[in-house]
């Protein structure tokens, strides 16, 4: 099956890939045509999820689903969260980001943390959303040269990685948009569209 992802992110393509499989051929809005940035104004990842499909029906007429996801930070109310791109400047600054994060948790014995995806499908006209959780704690400093974001900052519970240090497979196993895409999966194949 033949399906549009709502992505310009390169690693959450890859990611998404993997997960899904050859069972699925992933198209880019850029090989539908779409260069522009896919809105996404919401306040919450629920709206932005579903913002970014609608765009691409809109744009592009075909059955689509879109990820967004946020860091959220117990000893910070919950930020980044929503704001996770462009938490420390207007761009998508991973380092500047990161900088940021670390600053604000500075002398914070709380480290919990986890990531949230949110998943919006679009198929006729119907939407689904699907959800992956993963609790973990947030370094003091960066390890690990793999993945993007946060990755280097961020630990899974049960685990002594970071998702920087771990392969794209064993990132995936555990993952928040690890658990969303093979929930998306189950449904796709569910109805074997
Ligand atoms: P698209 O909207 O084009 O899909 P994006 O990078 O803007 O790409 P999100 O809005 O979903 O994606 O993610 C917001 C930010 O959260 C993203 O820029 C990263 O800094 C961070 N992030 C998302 N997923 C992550 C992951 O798996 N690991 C580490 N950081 C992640």
Redesign the pocket.
């Known amino acids: 099956m033949k399906i549009l992802f ?4 390169a ?2 393509l890859a ?1 998404v890939q993997a997960v899904l499989g050859p069972a699925f051929t992933l198209l880019t809005p850029r090989d539908c045509g779409v260069e522009e940035e ?1 809105p ?1 104004e919401q306040p919450t990842l629920e709206g ?1 999820a579903s913002q ?1 499909a609608h765009y691409l029906l809109r744009r592009t007429g075909l059955d689509c689903f ?6 959220e930070v117990e000893a910070l109310g919950g930020a980044p969260g929503v704001h ?2 462009r938490y420390a400047t207007d761009g ?1 600054d ?1 380092d500047a ?1 990161k900088r940021l994060l670390l600053e604000n948790l500075a002398g914070q014995n709380n480290r919990r943390a986890r ?1 949230r ?1 949110v998943v919006s499908l679009l198929l006729d006209g119907k939407e689904l959303q699907f959800e992956g959780i993963v609790e973990g704690r947030i370094l003091e400093e960066e390890r690990g040269q793999e ?5 280097p900052l ?1 630990v899974p519970d049960g685990c002594d990685k970071t ?1 920087a240090e771990m392969s794209a497979d064993e ?1 995936n196993a555990v ?3 690890g658990r969303a895409i093979r929930k998306l999966a189950a449904y796709l194949h569910s109805i074997e569209k």
């Open positions: 709502a992505t310009n992110n690693h959450k990611e896919i996404e932005n970014k879109a990820d967004d996801t946020g860091l996770s791109a998508h991973f980001n990531f995806t993945g993007f974001g946060y990755d961020f998702f990132k993952s928040h948009r």
